[in-house]
C-alpha cells in the first residue's frame, strides 16, 4: 500500500518565482549592457545559473507513505526515512514558522526548501514545501527535524501513524518470532 500527497505551489510562490526570475534576468541584461569588460556579467550569469540549477534539483514534487518508510520525493533528490524511526509527527501552529530564517535554503523560488534555522528553538531542520503554510513536523529517533508542507496534513498524519503501528506490530512479531526458534 502507498499513499501519495502531491505539493501544489500556491499563487505566492508562483508570483516570487517570477519576480526572482525576472530580476535575476533584468541584472544580467544590466551587467551585460553596462559593464566595461564581459568578466562580470559572465561570473555573474555562471554563478546565477548554477544557484538555480541546485535549486531546481532539489524542488520537492511530492510525499509518499509505503508500508516501510515516509519519502520526500524532489526533482532529483529522495529523502527517506523509516517508518520505525520516526519519533513524533504533528501539524504546526501558524505562528510555529514565524521566526525561521533560510540558511542553506530556496525561499519562493519553486517553493521552499532546504535548512532553515528557528530562532525561537535554537534549532536547525529541514524544510520541504511548496507554501507557507500547512505544515506538518516530522521529528525521528535522531532529533532531525524535517518540515513539510500538505494540503491534507490530517490525511497525512493519520496515514503515517496507522502504517507506523502496523510496521511496529510487525516488528514485533518478527522479534518474537526470532526469540521463540
Wanted: some cysteine; charged content about 20%; overall charge neutral.
Amino acid at each position: 500500500m502507498q499513499t501519495t500527497f502531491k505539493y501544489t505551489p500556491n499563487k505566492r510562490t508562483r508570483r516570487l518565482t517570477w519576480i526572482i526570475s525576472l530580476t535575476v534576468g533584468v541584472l544580467l541584461g544590466f551587467f551585460m549592457l553596462y559593464s566595461r569588460s564581459g568578466y562580470f556579467p559572465i561570473w555573474f550569469g555562471f554563478f546565477a545559473l548554477t544557484l538555480i540549477t541546485l535549486l531546481v534539483l532539489s524542488i520537492p514534487r511530492r510525499i509518499v507513505v509505503t508500508e516501510r518508510t515516509f519519502e520526500i520525493r524532489c526533482v532529483v533528490e529522495l529523502t527517506s526515512i523509516a517508518l520505525e524511526d520516526i519519533a513524533s509527527i504533528r501539524k504546526m501552529e501558524p505562528g510555529e514558522m514565524k521566526f525561521s530564517f533560510p540558511v542553506l535554503a530556496g525561499y519562493g523560488f519553486f517553493g521552499y526548501y532546504g535548512y532553515y534555522y528557528n530562532f525561537s528553538e535554537l534549532s536547525f531542520f529541514k524544510v520541504y514545501a511548496s507554501q507557507w503554510n500547512d505544515f506538518v513536523r516530522i521529528e525521528d529517533i535522531y532529533e532531525d527535524i524535517f518540515v513539510v508542507n500538505c494540503a491534507e496534513a490530517d490525511e497525512l498524519i493519520e496515514a503515517v501513524r496507522t502504517l507506523r503501528r502496523q510496521r511496529m506490530a510487525a516488528l514485533a512479531a518478527t522479534e518474537a518470532g526470532k526469540e521463540e526458534a
